[in-house]
């Protein structure tokens, strides 16, 4: 920290946080995509908790404290919009729920909230438990084949549950194209994100057309789903509460469009790179693996349901372990459209801020032996003093993540319902390992090798 910043007389007179200078964005870039896990650990390791990247003509202010990642997320949210950051991945997912700012998100938030409250989620959880059935009985069918890498099972599973829930249909058949199409725009976000003179998506660079094709694939889709849910007029699901807004002239019809890609995208791809790391991990832990298989014996056979949640306790806090080692949002950005001041350095305005979730989750001031795969850190009587914010896969404050409890309690009764029948085991050497692309979220380096076995089959036994 700088010296005795409370004798300064205005924040103008404060320090920018230390750290390194780039002569254009472009070196920075240039630096930062090569990994850039590995280029922010190094930041803070070398600049401290708060630092500060100089290139022309904006600064970046990189924090990684819970109390830092409160002042913007929570106390100073109105100094700290998403501004700049995301405003080029607009162009992918217009002005849903993730991006919009202002009257317009806190329109669409209240619209939206009712759906993924706790309460309203009970109507929600028989899509899962449905989808995790389909995914077991697909997994059941792979017993014995040679290691296959688990994480485009995962999405299809993910993606299966997000459609059955948010469109209220079962949309298998055109899930891989979708999920090709998502995969393309996220490409194309990481490239515009990261690369300041990138075109405009009009223009017919290689990776634009591919963007443009995966737009005209997703919203041809998402059209698609939208007509034959009011087809089937009379079903919850969540299109279904939000079309009820349309037709009062309360949402338009093309901010429905932008909503329903937020959530397939924001609610598809978390959730299931959440669960391929679980089952690695759990591969890895065979001890916490044999206490989420108890739990799940406990149902006797019953696929999970909303009233199972609270008895997995176990598999619940395997989750929370998993999202702290591994988030698939390893981090967020703000811009700072106010002067300020965070631990007594000069945040201007204009800055671009990023807070490294990762980092804090892994901070040995709050997490002990940070490293190791312990479910039981989430326990009550070991949580009770730890920082509220230390953990923070979700995001905080009023931008939290909307879908919390859903990927939660989708992820609880995924892992239990294949610990019902089934183990997944990583392939021998194989690491698990996250790894960020363009700076898109934390995925599985590599993919994750996985068999599948019957439970109770030892290891080397014919399948
Ligand atoms: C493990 C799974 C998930 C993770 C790790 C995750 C993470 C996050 C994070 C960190 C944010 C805040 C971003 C920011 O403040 O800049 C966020 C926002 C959001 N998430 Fe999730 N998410 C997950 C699952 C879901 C699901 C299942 C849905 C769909 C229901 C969803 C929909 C959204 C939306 C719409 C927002 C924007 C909320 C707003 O700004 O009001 N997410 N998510």
């Known amino acids: 920290m700088p010296s005795d910043p409370s004798s300064r007389t205005s924040s103008a007179d404060l320090e920018l946080p230390p750290g390194p200078s780039y002569p254009t964005p472009f070196h920075y870039f240039r630096e930062l995509r090569k990994d850039p896990l590995a280029y922010y650990r190094s930041l803070v390791e070398e ?19 819970p109390h830092q990642h409160r002042h913007v997320l ?8 998403k501004g700049i950051t995301f405003a080029r991945r607009k162009d992918i997912g217009g002005e849903g729920l993730f991006f919009s700012e202002g009257e317009l998100w806190k329109r669409q938030r209240r619209s939206m909230m009712p759906s993924f409250r706790k309460s309203a989620l009970v109507e929600l959880v028989p899509h899962m438990t449905d989808g995790a059935v389909a995914f077991l009985g697909r997994m ?19 993606m299966d549950i997000a459609c059955r829930a948010f469109f209220g249909c079962d949309i298998l058949d055109r899930a891989q194209s979708l999920h090709e199409a998502l995969w393309a725009s996220s490409q194309y976000t990481g490239h515009v994100s ?16 591919q963007a443009r094709r995966a737009l005209q694939t997703m919203y041809g889709a998402i059209d698609e789903l939208i007509a034959e849910n009011r087809e089937r007029a009379g079903e919850d699901n969540v299109l279904a509460r939000l079309n009820a807004f349309v037709e009062d002239g309360q949402m338009s019809e093309r901010q429905l469009r932008y909503e329903m890609w937020t959530l ?59 999202l702290r080692l591994f988030p698939p949002a390893w981090g967020t950005g703000r811009e700072c459209i106010e002067d300020d001041v965070i631990d007594g350095y000069r945040i201007p305005a204009g800055s671009i801020m990023t807070l490294l979730l990762f980092v804090t989750q892994k901070d040995p001031e709050f997490w002990e032996d940070p490293e190791r795969f312990d479910p039981d850190r989430f326990l009550p009587e070991r949580s009770a003093d ?8 979700f995001g905080l404050g009023g931008r939290r993540c909307i879908g919390e409890d859903f990927a939660m309690m989708e992820a609880t009764i995924a892992l239990a319902a294949v610990a019902q029948r089934l183990e997944l085991r990583l392939a ?8 960020v692309y363009g700076i898109g979220p934390m995925r599985p380096a590599a993919g994750l090798p996985m068999t599948v076995h019957r439970r109770g089959e030892r290891a080397g036994d014919a399948p």
């Not at 059941?140 to 993910?158: C, H, Q, S, T, Y």
């Not at 014996?297 to 372990?321: M, Q, W």
């Not at 730890?386 to 896969?393: D, V």
């Open 428 to 435: 021998p050497g194989a690491k698990v390992e996250g790894q």
């Open 386 to 393: 730890r920082h509220e914010e230390a953990w923070c896969p």
């Open 140 to 158: 059941e069918k792979r017993v014995g084949e040679p290691a296959f890498n688990i994480a485009p099972e995962m999405a299809k599973l993910a």
């Open 194 to 209: 990261t690369n300041p003179l990138a075109p405009p998506i009009w223009f017919p660079t290689k990776l634009n057309r």
């Open 47 to 65: 600049y401290g908790a708060i630092a500060c990247v100089k290139m022309w003509p904006r600064r970046q202010i990189v924090t990684s404290l």
């Open 74 to 81: 929570i106390d100073q949210i109105d100094r700290y919009p």
């Open 264 to 322: 397939l995208n924001a609610g598809h791809e978390t959730t299931a790179t959440t669960l391929a790391f679980a089952f690695s991990l759990l591969s890895e832990n065979p001890t916490a693996r044999e206490r989420v298989e108890e739990e799940a014996d406990a149902l006797h056979g019953r696929p999970p349901s909303y009233a199972d949640l609270e008895s997995l306790a176990h598999t619940n806090r395997v989750v929370r372990e998993t």
